[in-house]
Nanobody, 119 residues
Framework: QVQLVESGGGLVQAGASLRLSCAAS????????MGWFRQAPGKEREFVAA????????YYADSVKGRFTISRDNAKNTVYLQMNSLRPEDTAVYYC????????????WGQGTQVTVSS
Protein backbone atom coordinates (compact mmCIF):
# COMPACT_ATOMS: atom_id res chain seq x y z
CA GLN A 1 0.00 0.00 0.00
CA VAL A 2 0.93 3.66 -0.34
CA GLN A 3 1.03 6.40 2.28
CA LEU A 4 0.78 10.01 1.10
CA VAL A 5 1.70 13.19 2.97
CA GLU A 6 0.94 16.63 1.53
CA SER A 7 2.72 19.87 2.43
CA GLY A 8 3.16 23.42 1.16
CA GLY A 9 -0.25 24.93 1.78
CA GLY A 10 -0.76 28.32 3.36
CA LEU A 11 -2.46 31.70 3.30
CA VAL A 12 -1.65 33.96 0.34
CA GLN A 13 -3.08 36.91 -1.55
CA ALA A 14 -4.76 36.64 -4.91
CA GLY A 15 -2.17 36.51 -7.67
CA ALA A 16 0.44 34.79 -5.51
CA SER A 17 1.99 31.35 -6.03
CA LEU A 18 2.35 28.21 -3.95
CA ARG A 19 3.96 24.85 -4.57
CA LEU A 20 2.39 21.79 -2.98
CA SER A 21 4.33 18.59 -2.43
CA CYS A 22 3.13 15.05 -1.89
CA ALA A 23 5.61 12.54 -0.50
CA ALA A 24 4.71 8.89 -1.10
CA SER A 25 5.95 5.67 0.44
CA UNK A 26 6.69 2.41 -1.33
CA UNK A 27 9.23 1.19 -3.85
CA UNK A 28 6.49 0.79 -6.49
CA UNK A 29 5.69 4.50 -6.59
CA UNK A 30 6.37 4.60 -10.33
CA UNK A 31 3.46 2.19 -10.92
CA UNK A 32 0.92 4.78 -9.75
CA UNK A 33 -0.96 7.50 -11.53
CA MET A 34 -0.76 10.53 -9.26
CA GLY A 35 -3.26 13.32 -8.92
CA TRP A 36 -4.45 16.32 -6.96
CA PHE A 37 -8.00 16.97 -5.82
CA ARG A 38 -9.46 19.76 -3.73
CA GLN A 39 -12.49 20.31 -1.55
CA ALA A 40 -13.91 23.62 -0.36
CA PRO A 41 -16.25 23.85 2.67
CA GLY A 42 -19.72 22.66 1.74
CA LYS A 43 -18.57 21.54 -1.70
CA GLU A 44 -17.86 18.18 -3.27
CA ARG A 45 -14.31 17.07 -3.87
CA GLU A 46 -13.19 18.02 -7.37
CA PHE A 47 -10.42 16.93 -9.68
CA VAL A 48 -7.52 19.34 -10.18
CA ALA A 49 -4.72 17.57 -12.05
CA ALA A 50 -3.21 14.15 -12.74
CA UNK A 51 0.00 12.74 -14.18
CA UNK A 52 0.78 9.27 -15.55
CA UNK A 53 3.47 6.98 -14.15
CA UNK A 54 6.06 8.21 -16.64
CA UNK A 55 4.96 11.85 -16.74
CA UNK A 56 3.93 11.68 -20.39
CA UNK A 57 0.18 12.05 -19.92
CA UNK A 58 -0.99 15.08 -17.94
CA TYR A 59 -4.52 16.29 -17.30
CA TYR A 60 -5.93 19.48 -15.77
CA ALA A 61 -9.33 20.71 -14.77
CA ASP A 62 -10.47 23.61 -16.93
CA SER A 63 -10.57 25.85 -13.87
CA VAL A 64 -6.80 25.56 -13.32
CA LYS A 65 -5.49 24.98 -16.84
CA GLY A 66 -2.79 27.49 -17.69
CA ARG A 67 -2.21 28.39 -14.04
CA PHE A 68 -1.28 25.11 -12.32
CA THR A 69 1.44 22.63 -13.25
CA ILE A 70 1.69 19.05 -12.00
CA SER A 71 5.00 17.18 -12.03
CA ARG A 72 6.58 14.12 -10.44
CA ASP A 73 10.01 12.93 -9.41
CA ASN A 74 9.88 9.15 -9.16
CA ALA A 75 13.40 8.96 -7.74
CA LYS A 76 12.21 11.06 -4.79
CA ASN A 77 8.74 9.49 -4.57
CA THR A 78 7.28 12.99 -4.75
CA VAL A 79 4.55 14.73 -6.75
CA TYR A 80 4.27 18.51 -7.00
CA LEU A 81 1.58 21.01 -7.83
CA GLN A 82 2.87 24.45 -8.79
CA MET A 83 0.02 26.93 -8.43
CA ASN A 84 0.37 30.37 -9.99
CA SER A 85 -2.04 33.29 -10.28
CA LEU A 86 -4.06 32.01 -7.35
CA ARG A 87 -7.65 33.16 -6.99
CA PRO A 88 -9.99 33.20 -3.98
CA GLU A 89 -12.00 30.40 -5.60
CA ASP A 90 -8.90 28.20 -5.35
CA THR A 91 -9.35 28.17 -1.57
CA ALA A 92 -9.76 24.55 -0.48
CA VAL A 93 -8.11 21.60 1.18
CA TYR A 94 -5.88 19.99 -1.43
CA TYR A 95 -5.52 16.22 -1.41
CA CYS A 96 -2.91 14.05 -3.05
CA UNK A 97 -4.20 10.90 -4.74
CA UNK A 98 -2.53 7.73 -5.99
CA UNK A 99 -4.14 5.10 -8.24
CA UNK A 100 -2.39 1.87 -9.16
CA UNK A 101 -1.78 1.44 -12.88
CA UNK A 102 -1.84 -2.32 -12.31
CA UNK A 103 -5.03 -2.46 -10.24
CA UNK A 104 -7.24 0.58 -10.72
CA UNK A 105 -9.37 -0.31 -7.71
CA UNK A 106 -6.44 0.48 -5.42
CA UNK A 107 -6.71 4.18 -4.57
CA UNK A 108 -4.96 6.08 -1.78
CA TRP A 109 -5.44 9.55 -0.32
CA GLY A 110 -3.37 11.89 1.79
CA GLN A 111 -4.72 13.90 4.72
CA GLY A 112 -4.74 17.17 2.80
CA THR A 113 -3.16 20.60 3.08
CA GLN A 114 -5.09 23.87 3.41
CA VAL A 115 -4.76 26.55 0.76
CA THR A 116 -6.41 29.90 1.47
CA VAL A 117 -6.37 32.75 -1.06
CA SER A 118 -7.52 36.18 0.08
CA SER A 119 -8.95 38.79 -2.29
Amino acid sequence: QVQLVESGGGLVQAGASLRLSCAASGRTFSNYVMGWFRQAPGKEREFVAAISWNGVRIYYADSVKGRFTISRDNAKNTVYLQMNSLRPEDTAVYYCNARSALDESRIYWGQGTQVTVSS
